[in-house]
């Protein structure tokens, strides 16, 4: 398997590394990687009925669409993500083989996380990790949104999510739905040292093979942010038809 520590934070450019590893993958691959504050909508997700324009514009959060479905999510740099590509031998759609790195892992940190539905991890009855996943060339590509020390104000603030949602899983609001990792943390550890001891457990787990994303893949991967990810177009042109 591939590993790769991708430092950017920029959201354009790591959607958009997804798209080109996953379109040009020859074998596993697991990426890791964080973005400054961004809201993540979903392919099919009409983006302006997902967030509050007022909340992005005075904090300055990117919105942009990602190539899978579900539901639209809050970035910041206390999220860490996740990346899996893998040739689809009949996991497409199995959440709980890709969420079982995350979940073994936090055994190691006396967490006890469970996977819930279709393709959530819980701790205490509360979500810590989301995921979707889409397929292409006979290859998977599952990704998923961990909750660290991420700020569920600015969270709450900035979605706006179907109240049926909420109301169908008998919850009253989404901070009641929602922890963070490191509240259920009995020794400190800050959200770098979480990422890098992830990151070792991924790479002994799987053998990795440790190899940056070279500068010909990242001017590649810098175009396709520029030309699709960073558009208008895609992230709200793209949304569906409402009334």
């Known amino acids: 398997m591939r590993f790769i520590r991708n430092n950017s934070t920029d959201p354009t450019f790591n959607l958009a590394a997804e798209e080109y590893l996953l379109s040009n993958a020859t074998g ?10 961004a809201v993540i909508v979903g392919k099919n997700q009409d983006t302006l009925a997902e967030i509050d324009p007022a909340c992005v514009k005075a ?5 942009v669409r990602r190539m899978t479905g579900g539901g639209a999510v809050y970035h910041d740099l206390g999220n860490i993500n996740f990346t899996m590509i893998e040739p689809d031998a009949g996991n497409f ?4 083989h890709f969420t079982k790195d995350l979940i073994d892992f936090l ?3 006396d967490i006890k996380a469970a996977f819930i539905g279709r393709n959530d991890v819980l701790v205490d009855g509360r979500k810590i990790c989301g995921s979707a996943q889409c397929v292409k060339n006979g290859m998977v590509m599952h990704h998923g949104c961990i909750l660290y020390e991420a700020d569920l104000t600015m969270l709450v603030n900035v979605l706006k999510p179907d109240p049926r ?3 169908s899983k008998g919850i009253a609001s989404v901070t009641a739905r929602v922890t963070n990792i490191r509240e259920h943390m009995k020794h400190n550890m800050s959200s ?4 890098e001891a992830f990151a070792r457990f991924i790479s002994e787990r799987h053998c990795c093979e440790e190899r940056a994303l070279t500068r010909e893949e990242q001017g590649q991967i810098r175009r396709l942010a520029d030309e699709k990810y960073a558009t208008w ?5 793209a ?5």
Not at 28 to 37: A, D, G
Not at 59 to 63: A, D, F, S, T
Not at 93 to 96: F, H, L
Request: glycine share 6%; proline share 5%; with cysteine.
């Open 165 to 167: 949602k909420l109301q």
């Open 239 to 243: 949304s569906p038809e409402w009334n």
């Open 28 to 37: 596993p691959i697991c990426m890791l990687w964080r973005n400054e504050k």
């Open 59 to 63: 904090h300055g959060i990117q919105v």
């Open 107 to 109: 055994v190691t940190l």
């Open 192 to 195: 770098d040292d979480f990422l």
């Open 93 to 96: 759609e199995n959440y709980a």
């Open 233 to 237: 177009e895609w992230t709200y042109g």
